[in-house]
């Protein structure tokens, strides 16, 4: 299961948001899970054909993921994933 | 809303006025860079920075200044307005002191200002945050520290402190011998005489102001 951490934005909207291990063997499925255990979550990480928001990103350990459009970038066991707000203008 | 460019840009150019082949740059999702031979070699300053959109916050390169700048009469003393707080380096850019105080709205923005002389003394315009690039609460202030960020006046005499919506551009503050000026995107234009502490309206209809100099 990898490690997730999270941007404080998300904990504004799910205050019971904590970083800790979460299933997944892709991205993709990670994001599903968290939607799963926090309802709407997953709306702020993708958009409605589950590509990556703009303003997200979303690190596989120091590496930003390579697909941004289906999240198909595979995680290991020990994977840390960080789910941050992207640097955006300026 | 508009979240500006989606390049990275060299947006300083920061020049020791002890020594010309002394300068320093800095760039938008990269940091600050020095070189010391006229620019055939240059090196990275950003130790003590840190920010809060990548995984490892003290990266060496990967952090956002949106606006560096050195003291002229103190030139050791830099001054950073950066995506991730405020940093002041009294040490020519060895290293850096986050020195901004989110919790009272000196934080985030795009402008700085130093003093002719005192390189503790800076002036920056905040801004509500990233996803929120306006005044804060819909009221414009000036905050000036004279003790290197340890401490921040906040000024308000004379700005907007109603239905604000002005963001200052990078370029658009600058101080000459205690009087002040800074324009906005939405065309206003003000100019304090007494080193930020009350301000006149120059102007409401100009078109978005990119640049603010004394000449």
């Known amino acids: ?90 | 809303m508009a979240y500006g460019e989606f390049v990275a840009g060299i947006h300083s150019v920061v020049i020791d006025p002890r020594d010309s082949n002394h300068m320093y740059v800095a760039v938008s999702c990269a940091g600050v860079a020095e070189t010391r031979d006229g620019g055939r070699t240059w090196a990275s300053c950003n130790k003590g920075m840190t920010n809060d959109y990548l995984p490892n916050a003290e990266v060496e390169w990967g952090h956002d200044p949106h606006f560096v700048t050195l003291c002229p009469g103190a030139p050791d003393h830099l001054w950073q307005q950066n995506h991730s707080g405020i940093f002041y380096s009294d040490n020519g850019a060895k290293t850096w002191r986050k020195v901004s105080r989110d919790d009272v709205g000196v934080h985030f923005g795009f402008p700085i200002a130093t003093d002719d002389s005192d390189g503790r003394t800076a002036w920056v315009v905040p801004a509500g945050g990233d996803s929120a690039r306006m005044s804060i609460g819909g009221g414009m202030f000036v905050a000036r520290t004279r003790d290197g960020g340890e401490t921040w006046q906040a000024f308000r005499k004379g700005l907007p402190q109603e239905h604000s919506y002005d963001i200052v551009y990078r370029h658009a503050l600058d101080q000459r011998g205690g009087r002040l000026c800074l324009g906005t995107t939405t065309g206003n234009v003000y100019v304090s005489e007494d080193a930020g502490e009350s301000w006149q309206c120059v102007g409401n209809n100009f078109p978005p102001v990119h640049s603010v100099r004394f000449s």
């Open chain 1, 1 to 90: 299961m990898a490690h997730v951490s999270f941007t404080r934005h998300l904990v504004q909207f799910f205050p019971k948001l904590v970083e800790g291990e979460v299933p997944g063997a892709t991205v993709r499925e990670l994001v599903s899970e968290l939607n799963r255990r926090h309802p709407g979550l997953g709306g702020y990480i993708t958009d409605e054909t589950g590509r990556l928001r703009r303003h997200v990103n979303i690190f596989v350990g120091e590496e930003p993921v390579g697909d941004r459009v289906t999240l198909s970038d595979a995680l290991a066991p020990e994977s840390r994933v960080f789910i941050l707000q992207a640097l955006s203008g300026g």
